[in-house]
């Protein structure tokens, strides 16, 4: 069991914390025996009664003189690496003058940000940072774009289980996958389209016209483009007035060919509620192009088809990010075809405050997937984890990770195929080794001219499916992180290679269940001045709702890599 001693204002933070590093824990009580306590506060107990003390804090407190650390600098915003892994900081961080052994460096340097200063009989670790400020800010303002590929809240997890293990402490955790699975994935689609036949000489069709004629010759001049996809831009402008007068077929209505693409994966599709209505930007209006020309009542057969086919409608929101009204009335719109269901919310043009969670909430809706990026891809939680933001008490955020437009547009990322594929494969790698949903947008309109981001989208599906990959419809998939985060441990006790276990909570009926998964530390012997390096290995269980377990841990079912690694 884990103690937590926080400041009063980072208690929520803490919260959310554990239930993304979900293993046993409860805020302190004095006179309690603990295996770990773990500290922010100011105040730390001369002797808080653990076999492990872990103390972070950016700023020098009593227990460094206690201690007789000396502090080398303080400084902002730097990057801080492990044996194995690098990662940001973004508030303060306490560079230390070299005493015990640096356990975390200022990157490219021997400049220790962390030290093990403990004794033979309690290991004590000094941190420079705020761990739980860290959290608050990755979860409320997220990562700057540049960072966007670190997954730095996984870290923040994988550095403090690291630290427990080392010192020799069984650790009993859910992991934020199903059993059998690397990771979640799920397919999401905004609807700003539904076809082009409803844009008469306005600028999305001059738009089109650009982009399919001058937009395609610049692109194969380049080497961007190939002469098949020109052929086929040009091809769909020649025919656009006969997509007009209803003699062709309209090419932007794709849901046909994505029902081809994913087959049973099952995809959420979110939808904008009302026609020519661009909803509003701050205190002003939005631009008038953010408006879309479809509205959903007359849409209503497109998405019952859609339903019809095991897919998810959600709401593809315009004013429900800054206004509960508005967001009631918006949401009216998707129940009125759905029905009673718990329906999510993606905003159009990914419009959010930190304060959208509450709104959102206080509107009705189960969950939002707007938290990502219009300019790049990756995480900007630094977790790919659904998780309840700190100004929200029940809605889930399931962040949004792979965007089609911000890896392709010429004003974002601009990038190849070739090199968006790279991207999109690190991402992978990072949810494979950390578990959580990857989620991807590609909007409906990304398989027609001028995009043609179909083949691409059709290798995404490919390089996700090399790996044991759970896919889901955002509110299944937020359902299962609903009931991980229910779960809750009433008391964990191990003795030798028994482990028992009270719990609290009830297994999920038709949903993948949950993993427990009992760690087995095994500290290698260092070799002459080098620092230990762990020896992962762990048993996974998969939880079938029982109340009481008791484990005999044999032979670890898994032992690989460091997770921090």
Same mark, same amino acid.
């Given at each position: ?12 933070? =803490? ?9 046993? +824990? ?99 670790? #000094? ?39 080392? &010192?020799? $402490? ?25 076809? $082009? ?8 069709? +001059? ?14 001049? #380049? ?204 991402? $992978? ?50 359902? +299962? ?13 191990? &003795? ?67 997770? =921090?690694?």
């Amino acid at each position: 069991m884990i103690g937590v001693i926080s400041k009063p204002t980072e208690i929520r933070a =803490a919260q959310e914390f554990f239930q993304l590093f979900k293993t046993p +824990w409860e805020p302190y009580v004095p006179g309690r025996q603990y295996d770990v306590v773990l500290s922010t506060s100011d105040d730390v107990p001369r002797d808080p009664g653990a076999k492990v003390v872990l103390v972070y804090n950016s700023k020098i407190i009593p227990f460094d003189h206690d201690r007789k650390l000396t502090v080398h600098s303080q400084q902002r915003k730097l990057w801080l690496e492990s044996d194995a892994a690098a990662f940001p900081v973004y508030g303060d961080v306490l560079v230390f003058q070299p005493t015990g052994r640096p356990c975390l460096r200022v990157q490219g340097t021997s400049e220790p940000a962390g030290l093990d200063v403990g004794e033979s009989t309690q290991r004590v670790v #000094r941190v420079g940072y705020d761990l739980f400020q860290e959290i608050a800010f990755l979860l409320s303002e997220g990562q700057p774009p540049a960072n966007a590929h670190v997954p730095t809240l996984e870290l923040h997890i994988s550095i403090l289980r690291d630290q427990l293990l080392l &010192a020799g $402490i069984p650790l009993v955790e859910v992991p934020p996958v199903p059993p059998g699975y690397d990771f979640m994935a799920c397919l999401t689609h905004d609807v700003d389209f539904v076809g $082009i036949r409803q844009h008469r000489f306005d600028q999305t069709m +001059w738009g089109f016209l650009y982009r399919a004629l001058v937009g395609s010759l610049s692109g194969v001049l #380049r080497g961007r483009l190939s002469w098949r996809k020109l052929i086929r831009n040009w091809s769909a402008a020649f025919w656009l007035p006969a997509v007009h007068l209803g003699l062709r077929p309209d090419f932007w209505l794709e849901f046909d060919r994505y029902a081809e693409f994913e087959k049973d994966l099952g995809s959420t599709f979110f939808f904008i509620p009302y026609r020519n209505v661009p909803g509003t930007r701050g205190s002003g209006p939005a631009p008038g192009r953010r408006a879309a020309k479809y509205d959903l009542v007359e849409t209503r057969a497109h998405a019952l088809e859609l339903i019809g086919r095991g897919c998810e409608i959600g709401l593809h929101g315009l004013d429900a990010w800054r206004d509960p009204g508005k967001g009631r009335a918006e949401l009216s719109r998707i129940t009125d075809i759905t029905g009673p269901a718990e329906v999510g919310v993606r905003m159009h043009w990914l419009y959010f405050s930190e304060d959208s969670p509450r709104i959102l909430e206080e509107a009705g809706f189960s969950y939002d997937s707007t938290f990502g990026y219009n300019n790049t891809i990756g995480f900007r939680a630094g977790t790919p984890q659904a998780f309840c933001p700190l100004t929200a008490q029940s809605l889930l955020e399931l962040p949004l990770t792979i965007q089609d437009t911000a890896m392709f547009y010429a004003a974002h990322l601009n990038l190849p195929e070739a090199e968006a594929l790279d991207a999109c494969k690190r991402l $992978i790698q990072s949810a494979a080794r950390f578990g959580g949903a990857l989620t991807v947008n590609w909007h409906t309109r990304s398989l027609s001219p001028e995009r043609l981001w179909g083949d691409f989208y059709l290798r995404l599906l490919e390089q996700m499916q090399t790996h044991r990959v759970w896919f889901g419809r955002a509110a299944e998939i937020v359902q +299962w992180f609903r009931q991980r985060r229910a779960l809750r441990f009433e008391s964990v006790h191990t &003795a030798g290679a028994r482990v028992w276990l009270k719990l609290a909570g009830a297994a999920a009926v038709g949903q993948p269940p949950l993993t427990l998964r009992i760690h087995h530390p095994q500290p290698a012997s260092p070799a002459a001045s080098a620092r230990p390096l762990l020896e992962p290995s762990y048993s996974d269980i998969s939880w079938k709702g029982e109340a009481e377990l008791e484990i005999i841990v044999g032979a670890p079912k898994h032992q690989g890599a460091n997770h =921090a690694g």
